[in-house]
């Protein structure tokens, strides 16, 4: 008040008073207080509505300031400069891999939060966050064949399912020498099943189509002897709600059918997410990722740990059957993030498993 009629006189009066508490970086908050103070003219008052107008336009022209400001701070310099110096550069190395810059805003906000100065200020700590990184990468360590096991492979056309449950079914059956049966779910009666039949035929596995929900329960209870029973389903188009809801009805007729969803890597981060989201009508249990030899940036693998709450079982890096099939390892597959081409451990597998040495 004292303050006011300094201002205005000593007939001032107070018309608005509004409590504001900001919050500066770092700092505690602090506390102001807004106020309209005036002077009554005694002639003609001014009454309380034109007040109130007033008061109202102040507090648009106010908030639109304020929304202009928020609007040129918005650029990733702005978000930038919320993270330590020190993690810049890691951050640029994180989307130049194709991780999406939120993400990486977000991963690398969390190692600071739990980093102290010290540690953030360290010559290793390019090795404490690759571990911090780590801790994203969501992966599962493979089907495990017996106690009549049954997987369904999803996905859209051309990602490479049928190659996948061919390459599964060699190891399976060649290698771990379990029991293992294919199915083809041919929705249209048209879908090409002799792929899949050579490779049953080559690998020396029983193999049926099946046309409707009923033949595949049946064809399930049939082959209740085996230690692994592999389905595989004609790609469909993801935005087709009609044929995800018949996939649906196929997939519901055994509560221990296991589901993985195949992407290709190379798929736009956004389109990533929306195909996961149409298949996710069925419950989908584990995501493959195909096609990482023809991939130039590894930074999907980074983006759908942290978006989709579905751990990786495979990645796939070839055309060969059986070879080119991968258990996901999380360190392999962030080494692959952050090295690019340079990181493809399965290439070097192969060359030393050329020379004899398989120490890899
Ligand atoms: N480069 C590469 N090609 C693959 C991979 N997996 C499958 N393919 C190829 O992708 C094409 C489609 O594969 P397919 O298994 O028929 O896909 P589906 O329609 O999902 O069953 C074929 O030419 C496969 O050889 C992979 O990991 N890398
Ligand atoms: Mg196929």
Not at 82 to 94: A, I, Q, T
Not at 156 to 162: D, M, N, Y
Request: net charge negative.
């Amino acid at each position: 008040m004292a303050r006011i009629k300094l201002d205005l006189g000593p007939e001032a009066k107070i018309l608005f008073v509004k409590e504001i508490t900001g919050r500066r970086f770092f700092r505690k908050s602090v506390k102001s207080l807004e106020v309209i103070a005036g002077v009554e003219e005694s002639s003609s008052s001014v009454d309380s509505a034109k007040l109130e107008m007033i008061r109202w336009e102040l507090k648009e022209l106010k908030d639109a300031v304020k929304t202009m400001g928020f609007k040129a701070q918005a650029p990733a310099v702005a978000k930038d400069n919320m993270l330590h110096p020190s993690l810049r550069d890691f951050k640029e190395k994180l989307c130049e891999a194709g991780v999406e810059e939120e993400v990486a805003l977000d991963i690398l906000k969390d190692f600071q939060e739990r980093s102290t100065e010290q540690d953030l200020s360290d010559q290793n700590i390019e090795d404490s966050l690759i571990k911090h990184v780590l801790r994203y990468a969501d992966v599962f360590g493979g089907i495990t064949a017996g106690d009549n096991k049954i997987v369904a492979f999803i996905g859209p056309t051309g990602v490479g399912k049928t190659t996948t449950v061919a390459k599964l079914a060699a190891h399976f059956s060649l290698m771990e020498r379990k029991r293992v049966a294919f199915i083809t779910i041919d929705t249209y009666r048209i879908a090409a099943v002799d792929q899949l039949k050579t490779y049953a035929e080559i690998i020396g596995i029983p193999i049926e189509v099946v046309f409707n929900p009923q033949e595949l329960l049946a064809n399930l209870n049939k082959n209740k002897d085996k230690d692994l029973i592999l389905i595989d389903t004609a790609g469909s188009n993801p935005f087709d709600a009609m044929r995800m809801e018949d996939l649906k009805k196929f997939l519901g007729q055994s509560p221990n059918i296991e589901t993985h969803l195949l992407m290709n890597i190379s798929t736009r981060p956004e389109d990533l997410i929306e195909i996961y989201n149409c298949y996710n009508v069925m419950k989908i249990h584990k995501v493959i990722l195909t096609k990482l030899d023809e991939a130039k940036a590894y930074g999907n693998i980074l983006n759908l740990s942290y978006k989709i709450d579905r751990p990786i079982s495979y990645v796939t890096t070839g055309q060969n059957v059986p070879d080119d099939i991968e258990i996901a390892d999380a360190y392999h597959l962030m080494q692959l993030v952050l090295k690019g081409e340079e990181g493809r451990w399965w290439s070097k597998k192969k060359e030393l498993e050329k020379q004899g040495n398989l120490s890899l």
